[in-house]
């Protein structure tokens, strides 16, 4: 009988040491995101202005709403069009360039330190940065381009309806680069180089490497670098903002931008809240869909 009572004294104790490790990030957890989450889908069911006492429970007409809403498929498009644009941009670029820094025998650290020093800066900074840039009289850009004789290219490129949209992609890929490439270079020095070695013997090129020892060698990091474009590419909201708020003619909406303002410009907070919840659906589904595809290949 005292073994037994000492075996749950111990067993006790050590539930009470996991206890005191575990229950403070789940409160903090549950403060911080649970509970927060479980506020906005509640509100995603009512009619609120933000301000009124009152709140009219409305089920699901915001959800069906939001199927009929112009603006937000549009900007739900954009979204889409961004995360497209963004893959183009980042994956192979990123580790092309990775793997030119790694070669570089004298200012690697210079170099790593210049390319990630955009990931450092806030988006405001880089948002107002880059407006400036853009700039269609005084802009950096048209600028360099009057200069080398290419002046027709010269055009007002946050103001078009074509040009808006892939120059806020520019701007949101140079801000993450930094980080994207510090990924991919510590992928690289996991890399048995003696693969490389091996390869040189059997007579194989530049590309042939790349393609056969350096990006299946980099699997994993490829998968984290996807996934991060996925969940910045659905949120992207302080650069737009800052930059274009939207416009023009609602050709730089997206959803983060729109649910914004129809929540806090148009006091349709219910509307808003539903609208942020299908994007958060739409980014994980994206995230699960992608990571489902990628473990059934492996």
């Excluded at 005292?2 to 104790?13: F, Y």
């Excluded at 570089?104 to 405001?124: C, D, E, H, Q, T």
């Amino acid at each position: 009988m005292e073994t037994a009572s000492m075996g749950k004294t111990r067993m006790l104790r050590r539930w009470l040491v996991i206890a005191s490790f575990i229950l403070p990030a789940f409160i903090l957890y549950g403060m911080f995101l649970l509970w927060p989450v479980g506020q906005a889908i509640q509100l995603s069911f009512f009619h609120w202005d933000g301000s009124s006492p009152q709140m009219e429970f409305i089920g699901l007409d915001n959800y069906a709403n939001l199927a009929k809403d112009a603006i937000f498929i549009k900007g739900l498009i954009h979204n889409v069009i961004w995360l497209v644009l963004s893959l183009l941009l980042v994956v192979i670029p990123t580790l092309a360039l990775s793997l030119l820094i790694s070669k570089v025998r004298k200012g690697r650290m210079f170099f790593r330190a210049a390319f990630y020093l955009p990931s450092v800066l806030s988006l405001a900074v880089i948002g107002v940065l880059w407006t400036k840039i853009y700039d269609p009289n005084a802009g950096l850009l048209n600028e360099f381009l009057r200069d080398i004789g290419l002046g027709g290219l010269a055009r007002n490129w946050l103001g078009e309806p074509l040009t808006v949209l892939p120059a806020l992609v520019v701007v949101s890929t140079w801000a993450f680069y930094g980080l994207y490439m510090i990924l991919y270079l510590a992928g690289l020095q996991n890399i048995d180089y003696s693969i490389y070695e091996a390869a040189d013997i059997d007579g194989a090129g530049p590309l042939r490497k790349f393609w056969s020892i350096t990006v299946p060698s980099l699997r994993n990091t490829l998968n984290i670098v996807i996934s991060m474009v996925i969940i910045y590419s659905f949120k992207g909201f302080a650069l737009v903002w800052i930059m274009t708020q939207g416009g023009p003619f609602y050709m730089s909406e997206i959803v983060p931008t729109y649910v914004y303002k129809a929540a806090f410009s148009m006091n349709k907070v219910g509307y808003g809240t539903a609208g942020s919840l299908v994007l958060g659906i739409i980014v994980m589904g994206c995230t699960v869909l992608f990571n489902y595809y990628r473990e059934k290949r492996e």
